[in-house]
């Protein structure tokens, strides 16, 4: 129901335009082409609205504080041929805000690229936090490490160049479940469902686990049969509505994005 605040008008404008870009798939997903925003929005992908849409450009002009460093690493990544790859710049301020506001010490990332997600949320844990940065593809990494020491959180910043599904079982063997505060999901997505279990018994009651293009370009309206990775993320979507061990919100930001917050 529209909200006593929000004209009717409103409402249905902003529903009709969610509907026309789902309908017309201009969801953005990690493997189309780089698209950019004006204003100098360049990495920060508006997926649910059209190219260019004035409102949104307003969203981003009045609500983006981004560093300095983390501005320039995402410039650099737009240019990138995978630049889709690259977390939204929105999403990845509420990411920071929500590790600030649970008071996180240790993070888990899965998927990291270029690395500007783990600069932002390196920039806002403690001097003796540290994210535990997964990834499979150093080539990439290799982009955002000097900038993660001309920002001076290098230090906090653990990157295993390995499965993540290994990472997280030795996490788990070397006895650190329930001993983080919040982790980042965004790679794999045939995968996912082994990550957010595994994430599920390493973070502790009250840490929040973001499961990222948890709306896959629009494709999980109808996933095809053939099609695994959008099965694979429909498929935990559905366990998540109904996962009792934890509480959940689906944001329609970036690809979308559920944030899962544990029992």
Known sequence: PAQPWAPRGAVAVGTAMLGVAFATGMLAG???????????????????????????????DHSLREHPILKKLRLITADHPWSKMMVSCDQAQLMANLVKLIKAKKVIEIGVFTGYNTLN????????????????????????????????????????????????????????????????????????????????????????????????????????KDDLATQSIHHLNEKLHRDARVNISMLPMGDGVTLAFKL
């Open 121 to 224: 949320m390196a920039l806002v844990l403690p001097d003796n936090g540290r994210v535990i940065a997964c990834d499979i593809n150093e080539d990439y990494v290799k982009i955002g490490k000097p900038l993660w020491k001309e920002a001076g959180v290098e230090h906090k910043i653990d990157l295993r160049i390995k499965p993540a599904i290994q990472t997280l079982d030795e996490l788990l063997a070397s006895g650190e479940a329930e001993t983080f505060d919040f982790a980042f999901i965004d790679a794999d997505k045939e995968s996912y469902n082994e990550y957010y279990e595994k994430c599920l018994r390493l973070i502790k009651k009250g840490g929040i686990i973001a499961i990222d293009n948890v709306l896959w370009s629009g494709r999980v309206l109808k996933p095809r």
């Open 30 to 60: 990690k493997r189309r082409p780089p698209a950019r925003t004006r204003g100098g929005g360049e990495g920060c992908t508006l997926p649910l609205s059209p190219p260019g849409n004035p409102l949104w450009q307003y969203i981003l």
